[in-house]
Every structure is written in structure tokens, then in C-alpha cells.
């Protein structure tokens, strides 16, 4: 009988121990309309979706999906999280010819309204001649009601948005 308590006790404290804690940051989901900057190509605009995802998000870490779409329909894939007001962010980048780069970006979220967020984006694309680097200001999008529906849909959904291909590794010599 004895062993049966202590057994129990442990599981019940193991369940406890590893049970995460329930989402409470701010939820940062949505469409951001920015205007960039960018030290090789110059002005650009963008469109940015976050998406919070739901399964890895815990007490004040937020952890969202990050989608970019350009003015010519490119989109990339990538993730983001956040820490009170700082947003880290890191997504692939394909060019035409299939070469993948990465970019790293760090944020800050400020409220624009009572839903409505906006942040300032700086990052650093590295690249075979050093790199370059930009800035991106992001306002969250007052939605339609068919683009709050969608973007709902696609936050309940299971399947994660497919990364940018990365080219196989030659094997060495």
C-alpha cells in the first residue's frame, strides 16, 4: 500500500511539474502594413502576418508564426517571439534561383488603439558580399470582417506554413 501512495504522489507531481502554463502576453496576431528600408534594394513596402501559435505559447513567451508577403505576391515563412514588448524574428529568403538566405530582426511592439498594435523592426540579412541591413515600421491592419474570418481559420489551423526549401548539403570530399 505503501508503494502504491508514493507512486501516486509521483505521478501527480511529475504531471504538475511539467504542466505549462496557459498563454497570458499580449496577443500580437495579425496583418502589419510596413514601410521598409533596406541598405541594398532602398524603400519597400511589405505585409506581414503573425499568428500566434497556440501549442507552443506559455505564460508571457508568445510564439507566432511570421509571414512576409512582398508587392510582387513572394511570401516567406518564418517564426517570431515575444517577450513583453520585444519580438524576435528570423525567416528564410529564396531567390530565383532557389539560394537560400536568413534573416534576423528584433522588434519593439507598441499599442496603437484598443486591438491595434504597431512595431519597428531592425534587421540583418547576411549575404556572400557582408550582408545588408534595414529597418521596417509595421501598423496593424484595421481587417475586414472576411479577413478577421480567415485569419481565424488559419490560426486554428493544424498544419504549420512550410518553411522556405533549403538546398541539400554537398557531402564533403
Same mark, same amino acid.
Given at each position: 500500500?505503501?508503494?502504491? &501512495?508514493?507512486?501516486?504522489?509521483?505521478?501527480?507531481?511529475?504531471?504538475?511539474?511539467?504542466?505549462?502554463?496557459?498563454?497570458? =502576453?499580449?496577443?500580437?496576431?495579425?496583418?502589419?502594413? $510596413?514601410? !521598409?528600408?533596406?541598405?541594398?534594394?532602398?524603400?519597400?513596402?511589405?505585409?506581414?502576418?503573425?499568428?500566434?501559435? *497556440?501549442?507552443?505559447?506559455? !505564460?508571457?513567451?508568445?510564439?507566432?508564426?511570421?509571414?512576409? %508577403?512582398?508587392?510582387? @505576391?513572394?511570401?516567406?515563412? =518564418?517564426?517570431?517571439?515575444?517577450?513583453?514588448?520585444?519580438?524576435?524574428?528570423?525567416?528564410?529568403?529564396?531567390?530565383?534561383?532557389?539560394?537560400?538566405?536568413? @534573416?534576423?530582426?528584433?522588434?519593439?511592439?507598441?499599442?496603437? !488603439?484598443?486591438? *491595434?498594435?504597431?512595431?519597428?523592426? /531592425?534587421?540583418? /540579412?547576411?549575404?556572400?558580399?557582408?550582408?545588408?541591413?534595414?529597418? %521596417?515600421? $509595421?501598423?496593424?491592419?484595421?481587417?475586414?470582417? %472576411? /479577413?478577421?474570418?480567415?485569419?481565424?481559420?488559419?490560426?486554428? %489551423?493544424?498544419? &504549420?506554413?512550410?518553411?522556405?526549401?533549403?538546398?541539400?548539403?554537398?557531402?564533403?570530399?
Amino acid at each position: 500500500m505503501k508503494k502504491i &501512495v508514493i507512486v501516486s504522489a509521483m505521478l501527480a507531481f511529475s504531471s504538475v511539474a511539467f504542466a505549462k502554463p496557459t498563454f497570458t =502576453g499580449n496577443n500580437y496576431t495579425g496583418l502589419y502594413e $510596413c514601410k !521598409g528600408e533596406n541598405s541594398s534594394i532602398g524603400a519597400y513596402d511589405v505585409v506581414v502576418a503573425l499568428r500566434l501559435n *497556440r501549442v507552443s505559447s506559455h !505564460g508571457k513567451f508568445g510564439a507566432y508564426y511570421y509571414e512576409t %508577403e512582398t508587392v510582387n @505576391s513572394t511570401v516567406y515563412h =518564418g517564426q517570431a517571439v515575444a517577450d513583453g514588448n520585444r519580438l524576435a524574428i528570423s525567416f528564410n529568403i529564396r531567390d530565383k534561383k532557389n539560394n537560400v538566405d536568413h @534573416s534576423t530582426g528584433i522588434a519593439t511592439i507598441k499599442k496603437i !488603439g484598443k486591438d *491595434r498594435w504597431s512595431f519597428r523592426k /531592425e534587421y540583418f /540579412e547576411p549575404d556572400d558580399s557582408g550582408g545588408s541591413y534595414g529597418t %521596417e515600421d $509595421c501598423v496593424m491592419k484595421v481587417l475586414t470582417a %472576411e /479577413e478577421k474570418k480567415a485569419m481565424e481559420h488559419k490560426t486554428q %489551423e493544424k498544419a &504549420v506554413p512550410k518553411p522556405a526549401a533549403v538546398a541539400p548539403r554537398s557531402k564533403p570530399q
